[in-house]
Each structure stands twice: as structure tokens, then as C-alpha cells.
């Protein structure tokens, strides 16, 4: 797990608080989407399909702190679209830092090289790169020529700068457990990024292409094989060990999707970041008024196929958390 000890010791010391309150719902990080607007038409992400007035739409920097702050949680990612396309993106990030959250900032990197200036480097703050692959996989995901090279080239630069980098990937059914080491030694190896966060796809309503995702069935294969010559004790994989052990089938979990909520330009978004049953105009109000025992396999068709880390690697944090022996196997990894 490679997570920075400060930033592992902050949120053990929340979640105890929380435990000690008999808290039982309360987030580990929240999905900040300060926008839907994108540079890319990835057909794996159905975001820019909104409406022209909806795509135009931005999270005031009021709006977008006042949620995390309203919320408490110790962790941001801040998503979208394409982050970098909202005018005041450093401003959020900046302020949010100030509150001493630790922040995520998604990004393509098409924008990222010529953006780095605008940000400064802090234990605070992670670039988070989206890397769907080598170059030609990559390319083809984000249905781009070029974007590889260039958000390659911006992970380096960002390192050189002194800035903590991540990368996320997301595999889809036509990965194999050659593409999947292939592309975490690269990134684990070559460009030395901090850590890595991958993630089985999830079947967004709106995305062009629906048939691209995994099932269960063939998601647990896929990472079983891909992990079954001990590599991935090597990777700097930004997970917990539960919820790599959940991605091969050694372990199961239900859903925690109040885990990881989502705020956007809609407000807060029942249940997660990848299904829009309503929004909530207050953090209380999400939490109070949604049913989340109706969510999860076995319950929602529409969630059958999700493994994705929204709703399950909460589920592995509890987990852990509520486990010496895991906790221990988690601070060792």
C-alpha cells in the first residue's frame, strides 16, 4: 500500500475518531467534480455526453471547499471532465491544501506540462494521471493519437519539479494479464511514479461504448492472473492488500458507497460517482435520505459487474481497519 505514512496515520486517526463518535456512515475521500467538460472523447466515459449548458457549468471555489468542508473528510479527488479546463482549478486546490486535505488532481495530462506552474509542490497534493495503457493500448482508449507521449513527458516533468505523482489505469475486456503488468512495470519501473490506482471499467450509462467492460467473473481472472507470479507485491499499487485480494476473488465485499460520494455541479450524487439516482443539496441530506441498502450485487442489476474502487475499497479500508492482523499486513506492504 503505498501511501505516505503521514497521510496513512491522518486517516487511521479520523476513522478511530469516527468509530469512538459510533459514526457508522462517514467518507474517506469524496469525488470533487468541479466540472463535466473534457479535451478528450474517451468512449469508455460518457461525462461529455451532458448537454452544451451543463458541459459549460463550473463549481464556484466557495461551492467546491464549502462540500469537503462541509463532509470532513481527509481526502479529495478531483475529477470531471478534464480539471484543468476549469479557470480557477489552482485556486481550489490551493485552498483545499490549506485545510490540510490531502488532494488528488485527475487529469489526462494533455494540459498538465503547461499547467505545472500554476501549482506548487506539497505533501498535500498528487497529481493522479490517467494511463489506460502502453502507448498504442492508450492512445486507442482515449481515442487520441499522441496523448501517451504526452502525458508521459508531463509525469516526468512534474517529477523533476519535486511534485508526489500517481497514475490511474483502468483495464477493460480486452486487457490481458500481459497488458496489465506490461503497463504497471512501466509505470512502477521506468517512470518511477509514486504509486499506481487501477480499476476494473465500470459500464457508464452514457459512454459510447458499452461493450468494452468486464464482468465479474472475467475481472477476478484477469487480475488473479496478472498478480500470480508475485509481482504485485512489488508495484507501488495504491490499494489496500483486501482490495487487491478482492480484484483476484480471494475476498468479497458489499458495497460501501457512502464510502466515497460524489459532488458536482448537481450537488452531492446518490449512490456514487458512477450512478445518478438524484442529487442532494446538502452532505446530511445524501447521507439521510438515501435508501444505501438497496445498493450492491445481489440487489441493483445495474451494479452486477461493478468492482470499481468507489464502492468496494472503503469496503477493504473497514476492513482492515477492524483487523490487527491486516492492519499489520497493510503497514508491512
Given at each position: 500500500?503505498?501511501?505516505?505514512?503521514?497521510?496513512?496515520?491522518?486517516?487511521?486517526?479520523?476513522?478511530?475518531?469516527?468509530?469512538?463518535r459510533r459514526r457508522k456512515q462517514y467518507p474517506l475521500i469524496?469525488?470533487l467534480e468541479p466540472l463535466f467538460a473534457c479535451n478528450l472523447?474517451?468512449?469508455?466515459?460518457?461525462?461529455?455526453?451532458?448537454?452544451?449548458?451543463?458541459?459549460?457549468?463550473?463549481?464556484?471555489?466557495?461551492?467546491?471547499?464549502?462540500?469537503?468542508?462541509?463532509?470532513?473528510?481527509?481526502?479529495?479527488?478531483?475529477?470531471?471532465?478534464?480539471?484543468?479546463?476549469?479557470?480557477?482549478?489552482?485556486?481550489?486546490?490551493?485552498?483545499?491544501?490549506?485545510r490540510r486535505k490531502y488532494v488528488y488532481l485527475c487529469t489526462?495530462?494533455?494540459?498538465?506540462?503547461?499547467?505545472?506552474?500554476?501549482?506548487?509542490?506539497?505533501?498535500?497534493?498528487?497529481?493522479?494521471?490517467?494511463?489506460?495503457?502502453?502507448?498504442?493500448?492508450?492512445?486507442?482508449?482515449?481515442?487520441?493519437?499522441?496523448?501517451?507521449?504526452?502525458?508521459?513527458?508531463?509525469?516526468?516533468?512534474?517529477?523533476?519539479?519535486?511534485?508526489?505523482?500517481?497514475?490511474?489505469?483502468?483495464?477493460?475486456?480486452?486487457?490481458?494479464?500481459?497488458?496489465?503488468?506490461?503497463?504497471?512495470?512501466?509505470?512502477?519501473?521506468?517512470?518511477?511514479?509514486?504509486?499506481?490506482?487501477?480499476?476494473?471499467?465500470?459500464?457508464?450509462?452514457?459512454?459510447?461504448?458499452?461493450?468494452?467492460?468486464?464482468?465479474?467473473?472475467?475481472?477476478?481472472?484477469?487480475?488473479?492472473?496478472?498478480?500470480?507470479?508475485?509481482?504485485?507485491?512489488?508495484?507501488?499499487?495504491?490499494?489496500?492488500?483486501?482490495?487487491?485480494?478482492?480484484?483476484?476473488?480471494?475476498?468479497?465485499?458489499?458495497?460501501?458507497?457512502?464510502?466515497?460520494?460524489?459532488?458536482?455541479?448537481?450537488?452531492?450524487?446518490?449512490?456514487?460517482?458512477?450512478?445518478?439516482?438524484?442529487?442532494?443539496?446538502?452532505?446530511?441530506?445524501?447521507?439521510?435520505?438515501?435508501?444505501?441498502?438497496?445498493?450492491?450485487?445481489?440487489?441493483?442489476?445495474?451494479?452486477?459487474?461493478?468492482?470499481?474502487?468507489?464502492?468496494?475499497?472503503?469496503?477493504?479500508?473497514?476492513?482492515?481497519?477492524?483487523?490487527?492482523?491486516?492492519?499489520?499486513?497493510?503497514?508491512?506492504?
Amino acid at each position: 500500500m503505498s501511501i505516505p505514512l503521514r497521510q496513512a496515520t491522518k486517516v487511521g486517526s479520523y476513522m478511530f475518531a469516527n468509530k469512538l463518535r459510533r459514526r457508522k456512515q462517514y467518507p474517506l475521500i469524496v469525488e470533487l467534480e468541479p466540472l463535466f467538460a473534457c479535451n478528450l472523447e474517451c468512449p469508455g466515459c460518457g461525462k461529455i455526453q451532458y448537454p452544451t449548458e451543463i458541459l459549460r457549468k463550473r463549481l464556484s471555489v466557495d461551492d467546491a471547499v464549502g462540500a469537503i468542508e462541509e463532509c470532513g473528510a481527509p481526502m479529495v479527488s478531483i475529477a470531471g471532465g478534464e480539471p484543468l479546463l476549469h479557470p480557477q482549478i489552482s485556486e481550489i486546490v490551493s485552498e483545499l491544501i490549506d485545510r490540510r486535505k490531502y488532494v488528488y488532481l485527475c487529469t489526462n495530462g494533455v494540459l498538465m506540462s503547461r499547467k505545472l506552474d500554476k501549482f506548487q509542490p506539497s505533501r498535500y497534493f498528487s497529481w493522479a494521471v490517467h494511463i489506460d495503457g502502453l502507448q498504442e493500448r492508450h492512445d486507442l482508449a482515449v481515442a487520441r493519437d499522441g496523448v501517451f507521449d504526452t502525458a508521459v513527458d508531463a509525469i516526468i516533468e512534474a517529477k523533476k519539479r519535486g511534485f508526489r505523482v500517481t497514475t490511474n489505469t483502468t483495464f477493460f475486456n480486452t486487457d490481458t494479464p500481459e497488458t496489465v503488468r506490461g503497463v504497471l512495470d512501466f509505470l512502477n519501473y521506468e517512470l518511477e511514479v509514486d504509486s499506481m490506482m487501477i480499476s476494473p471499467g465500470y459500464a457508464y450509462e452514457k459512454a459510447p461504448d458499452q461493450e468494452g467492460f468486464l464482468p465479474t467473473s472475467q475481472t477476478r481472472d484477469l487480475f488473479a492472473e496478472a498478480f500470480s507470479d508475485g509481482r504485485r507485491k512489488k508495484w507501488r499499487l495504491n490499494h489496500s492488500p483486501l482490495f487487491l485480494d478482492f480484484l483476484e476473488g480471494k475476498r468479497d465485499f458489499e458495497c460501501t458507497p457512502w464510502g466515497i460520494p460524489s459532488y458536482s455541479v448537481f450537488g452531492w450524487q446518490r449512490p456514487c460517482y458512477l450512478m445518478a439516482d438524484g442529487y442532494a443539496e446538502t452532505y446530511e441530506e445524501l447521507i439521510n435520505t438515501t435508501d444505501w441498502e438497496k445498493y450492491g450485487r445481489g440487489k441493483d442489476e445495474r451494479c452486477e459487474n461493478c468492482m470499481a474502487h468507489c464502492g468496494y475499497e472503503p469496503s477493504a479500508v473497514f476492513a482492515t481497519m477492524g483487523s490487527l492482523k491486516e492492519s499489520i499486513r497493510a503497514l508491512r506492504g
